[in-house]
Each structure stands twice: as structure tokens, then as C-alpha cells.
């Protein structure tokens, strides 16, 4: 019998495991892959992650990792370019876009060190009732035999398509339509910092990330993925081509190391959150486009409020119920203003946000302050002081 299993050992399931345990819970970890094993990602991780990483103990084997630190941002769209980075948090001053293969056994390997029983290869296949209470699941171990394990809370931590979501029959009570569709790939010799460029109808994303690899994104309205997908090499680099003529011939000089990777179901929910005797947590929970790269730190914060909620209130019904309405109410906060802005991104319109952008240009404290928003150093309520109401004319 264990206090928790966590299903999904990911970005959010990892952390969600290792807090617990450090909590003194005897926690169960299942994963379906075996690491390493990369998956589909924007890789960035934000600030706010970042800080998160210090705090678990977990970023100095990220540094360690050949990962290229990230010190400076620049964003660029019709008729304005502004440069910058998010103010610091906790006196840290870079972030990183390393590789899942390289992050998730990192987190992983933080859960099995706080004491997780981590086990890889084992695909959950159905959840355990005790009446309307979920008590544990059902899987199939690596051997291919068939394994229960119950426990007092069962996490999914299992992705967008969570299987715990679908078996508990958690809805969405937020949903907007997919609005891009993204392709991606590496790229040696082609030397970047943090970019991002944008035309309607298109976004660009050059990231750094480990062994002295680019990763190069493109964005494409989500009614062209039809098209897309039957000709993904010429309209990936035709993206660069007409929205960045310069990272283009960059591009040129370099060269693509691997296949390009893509999707064009970016999901846009918000699903209940818990119920009895379970709970989600990452891309299970809240899923959005990957525009804004931000469901690694999402899935960290996430898992750093579940667990602090929760603390010593497991074993107590009343007192577990309240914790996991607190968590829940959590993301209808800074979770549902970065859902929002990442909407508002993924429409792949700048017309709405170049004006501001333009009067930022020369106030390079409000520059880092509107990157900080999007790192997650700085709240948009707090972006909006009066000294930039100032300089904006909104006052």
C-alpha cells in the first residue's frame, strides 16, 4: 500500500512524486517510456522554473548537462525589435531549453533519491474503485504481467491524452479551439540566443539548447495544418525564409542533424482538477499551445503547489478535500492569465501587441519587465504600473 502513485514521469509527474516523498510519503512512480527517451516539447523553461529547479536542488545537474545557458531574449515583429531578459528570481539570471531526454531522467532520478519507488516500462491500463473512490490502477510491468497497487491518491501526471482524466471522466470547464500547428528541429552551427519573430500568420522560435544545438521552431495557423503535413520541409523553411530573411541564411551556413517533428493538435482545456481519491496535475490538468513554451515551468509550479497543499493532510478526508480545492483554485489564477496569453499569442496576429511593443523601444527597464511576464518574475497586474500606464497614454 503507498501514500501516492503518480502516474506519468515527466516534467510534472517526476516532481510531484519527489516532494511527496520528501514529505515522508511512500510513493509509487510508473512511466510507460523507458528514459532516456525524448518526447515532443518547446524544451524552454522559464524563470520561474528555473528558480524551482534551485530550490528541489536539481539545477546544477542541468548545468552540468551541456545545456546552453539562455541570458538574453529578443523578440521581433512588423516595425519593431526589442531586447531584453526577465528580471532575476532569487538571483538567478538564466534560464534553458535542454532536451527531454536530457531533462526527465534528471527529474526522475531527483524522485528515486527522496526515496520514489520509480518503475519504467509499465503501461497503466485502468484505475481501482472502492466505490465512487479511486484507491489505485491497474498496469502491465515490462515482463508483460499484470500488476494492482493501491494507494491514497492517485496522480495523473500523464499528458494531455491522461488516461486518469478519461477513466475518472474529469471535463474540461475551460476549452477553446487548436489555433497552430508547429514543426521543429535541430540544428548544429547555426549560433543563436533566445529569438522570436513574428509576421501574421507566422511565428519563429530559435532556442539554444544542449552540445551547441539550435532548436528552430515554426508556427502556422492551425487551418494549415492539412497542407502542411503533406509538404513539411518546403513550408518549414519557407517560415524562415520570408519571416526572418537573417536567421535564414544563418540556416544556410548550418545544418539540420535530425528530422523535423511537429504537431497539429495543440490542445487548448482546462479539466476538473480532483476528485475522490485523485488528482491532475501538468498537461493532464491545463493544456495549451505550445506557443509560449510554458508547460515545463507550469508543470513545475503545479507540482510545487499540489504537494504544499496537500502536506500533512493526506490521511485526513476533510482536510485532503480542502487542500485539493485549494490547488484547484490555484489555476484559475496566474495558470488561467498564461492560458490566456498564450491564446492570444497562438492567434498569430501582432497587430494587437506591436504598438505597445513599439512604445516600450528605449525604456529598457520596462522591456525586462514585459519578458519578466512571460517568465513568470513578474504578474501582468504588476507589468501594468503607472509608470508604464505613463508611457502607454492609458492613464
Known sequence: MYDVIVIGARCAGSPTAMLFARQGYRVLLLEKAKFPQDTLSSHYI?????????????????????????????????????????????????TYAPRRYVLDPILAAGAVAAGVDFREGCAVNDLVYDGDRVVGVRYTTPGGAEATDNARLVVGADGMRSLVARKVGAQNVVEHPRLTTTYYSYWADVPTQFELYERPGRWIGAIPTNDGLTLLMAYFPQDEFNDIRKAVEPAYLEAFRTTVPELYERM????????????????????????????????????????????????????QSLTGYVGERLHEDAALKSALRRYENDLSGEALSHYQGALNVAELKPEGRIEMLQKLVGHQEQIDRYFSTLSGACSIDDFYNDELLTLLDLN
Open 46 to 94: 522559464h524563470m520561474q522554473g528555473v528558480a524551482l529547479l534551485d530550490r528541489w536542488g536539481l539545477l546544477d545537474r542541468l548545468r552540468d548537462s551541456g545545456c546552453t545557458p539562455i541570458t538574453r531574449q529578443s523578440y521581433a515583429g512588423p516595425g519593431v525589435r526589442i531586447d531584453g531578459f526577465s528580471l532575476p528570481i532569487d538571483g538567478l539570471r538564466e
Open 252 to 303: 544556410q551556413a548550418g545544418k539540420r542533424v535530425e528530422q523535423l517533428y511537429g504537431t497539429g493538435h495543440q490542445e487548448n482545456f482546462f479539466r476538473k482538477a480532483y476528485g475522490p481519491g485523485w488528482v491532475l496535475v501538468g498537461d493532464a490538468v491545463n493544456h495549451k499551445d505550445s506557443i509560449t513554451a510554458r508547460g515545463i515551468t507550469e508543470a513545475f509550479v503545479q507540482a
